[in-house]
């Protein structure tokens, strides 16, 4: 049955009017044929993971989108603020027949992309700020944290809004600049898992667990107190996390979505293939919905519903569609209108003898092959340590045969595994770290220190699964080099 018909129309009567070209033809999100060939599907014969069909999706509510105010850090904040909010009414902001230029559309995307989809009671802000700063996270210059909003839903009722793309996706520098749609400065600690170990384990399994491994990691968890799990949560550095299907045990770096247009495979792991417009607002319905954090927690993964599974609850049914709400379709299509839009900063770093002498060792060293210009990425898959590539996968997706050789966990044994690793853009490294799909590297030249085979390495980024030194291994590419030549290949890529 075809609930939704294959392209929703929006010709509103002025659009139609001024310009035939201000129509829109949206895609369908939720086009079950679609979805299944943007998917890239686990490294393990036989795991399969079943998404919720095209008639639940579209019988989900439409999400309703309040204004928005921002979240101040405690020095900051006005006086009489929160007790003017609690006397404020309610406004719905997102409104669909408004959008009839493109600069409207970027606008409302922006919104949906600072919207957050989890509310928690304003009690909580207090414990927000507080890990925001042992974290080292700098508010914003206008004394705020973009990362964090405010929400009214009903008159007399703040909450706390989280969870927003914004959330992990905006960046805010030492000095306080705001750099939105960059890796983002959030720390691990504030997707927290709840007050009690109880909670804190069902939430990680919920999130992490692997019904297809023989000895899945995550149910260390069932040994851990609260303590212990938020331990390896607060090593976590800024700009990595534990998304779901990921892992506690190896979370990931929070990759730059500007310049996102251009890419076409999204995650480390390269799990979603991006064709067009659709497969970005598939992408942002699979992480982004409620349950909190998208369909990907609706999704039948061999078997175990992570959302039955998590909030004190241990079953694999689904919850009646009608009691979630998820982005509209006109809300997507703005959101990706917007991440198409996106540009980065101003860089500081100019072309000069040195970052020539830095681009003739990018050439000698063959790293275009794979970090090719313009965009400084092939857009291909690497296959990763131990993965057998199926003969049918050449025929589908753009793979380069050269094994880089880095540590195959994420890809390897995790819900958002494929066997692969795309080769990332090197666009905007000036700007953001830590480096590699773990984060396991600060800086790049760390990314660039040999020492970094050595199992005596102590990683700059994110440390490693309990341990206090190991290899950062693989990607042997640029590690011969000599001293100067490394210092003028790194002035290069800053200039990217
Ligand atoms: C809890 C933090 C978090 C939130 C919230 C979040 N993201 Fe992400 N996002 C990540 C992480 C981490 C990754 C990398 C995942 C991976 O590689 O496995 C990612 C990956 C992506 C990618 C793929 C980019 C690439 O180059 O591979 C896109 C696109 C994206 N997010 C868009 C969004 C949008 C749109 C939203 C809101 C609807 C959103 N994200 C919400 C953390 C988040
Ligand atoms: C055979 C393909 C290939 C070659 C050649 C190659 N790279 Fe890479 N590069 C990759 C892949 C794949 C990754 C991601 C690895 C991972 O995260 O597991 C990567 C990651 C990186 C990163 C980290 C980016 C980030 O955002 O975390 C940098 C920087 C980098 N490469 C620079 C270079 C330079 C400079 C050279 C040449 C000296 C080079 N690469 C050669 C495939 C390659």
Redesign the pocket.
């Known amino acids: 049955m075809e609930r939704t018909p294959r392209h929703i129309r929006i010709l509103t009567a002025a659009a139609l009017w001024i310009s035939p070209l201000l129509s829109q033809t949206i895609p369908l999100t939720w086009d079950s044929a679609a979805l299944a060939t943007a998917l890239l599907p686990p490294p393990v014969a036989g795991a399969k993971i079943q998404h919720v069909s095209s008639d639940y999706y579209y019988r989900m509510r439409d999400r309703v989108m309040y204004r928005r105010y921002p979240v101040y850090a405690a020095k900051s904040e006005p006086a009489g603020y929160m007790q003017k909010l609690a006397a404020t009414e309610p406004e719905v902001t997102f409104d669909a027949t408004k959008l009839q230029t493109e600069q409207a559309w970027v606008k409302a995307g922006r919104e949906v ?1 600072r919207y957050p989809i989890a509310m928690i009671p304003i009690q909580a802000l207090p414990a927000f700020r507080s890990i925001l700063e042992s974290a080292g996270v700098p508010p914003a210059k206008d004394g705020t944290y973009p990362q964090l909003t405010l929400v009214v839903p009903k008159k007399g009722q703040v909450m706390l809004g989280f ?3 914004a ?3 905006t960046r805010i520098q030492p000095d306080g600049a705001v750099i939105e749609g960059a890796q ?1 400065t ?1 720390p691990d600690l504030l ?1 927290g898992f709840g007050n009690d170990t109880a909670t804190a384990r069902a939430f990680a399994k919920g999130l992490f667990r692997v019904p297809w491994l023989a000895s899945d990691p995550i149910s260390r968890v069932d040994t851990m107190t609260l303590e212990q799990i938020n331990a390896i949560k607060a090593a976590v550095p800024t700009g990595v ?1 534990g ?1 779901h ?2 892992s506690l045990f190896s979370p ?6 500007i310049g ?1 247009k251009d ?1 076409r ?5 390269g ?1 979603v293939r991006h064709r067009d417009m659709g497969d ?1 607002m598939r ?2 319905a699979l ?2 919905a409620t349950p909190p954090a998208g369909m990907d927690l609706l999704a039948n993964v061999g078997g175990f519903i992570p959302a039955g599974n998590m909030n004190g609850k241990s079953d694999n049914a689904l919850p009646p569609a009608e009691s979630l709400d998820r982005y509209s379709e006109v809300q997507l299509f703005a ?1 990706g209108k917007f ?1 198409y839009s996106l540009t980065p900063p101003p860089n500081p770093n100019q072309a000069s003898p040195l970052t020539k002498q830095g681009e003739a060792v990018f050439q000698q060293q063959g790293c275009g092959r794979c970090h090719t210009p313009p965009l400084y990425t092939s857009n291909k898959l690497t296959p990763a340590v131990g993965y057998k590539v199926p003969e049918a996968d050449r025929k589908i997706y753009d793979i380069e045969p050269t094994v880089v050789g880095t540590d195959p966990t994420l890809t390897m044994t995790t819900r ?1 595994g494929t066997g692969y690793y795309k080769v990332p853009s090197l666009r905007g490294v000036w700007y953001r770290g830590p480096f590699e ?1 773990n984060g396991s590297v600060a800086t790049l030249e760390d990314w660039f220190n040999p020492k970094r085979l050595s199992p005596e390495y102590v990683p700059t980024g994110w440390k490693g699964d309990g341990v206090e030194k190991r290899a950062v291994q693989g990607h042997p590419f640029g590690l011969g080099i000599t001293a100067a030549e490394k210092t003028a290949l790194i002035a290069f890529l800053k200039t990217l």
Do not use: E, M, S, W
Request: proline share 3%.
């Open positions: 992309f969870l927003a793309c959330t992990c996706h983002g959030i997707l996390v998304r299907g990921t990931v770096q929070i990759p730059d979505l996102i890419r495979y999204l995650d480390h792991t799990q970005l992408y942002a992480n982004n959101l991440l958002r799909h």
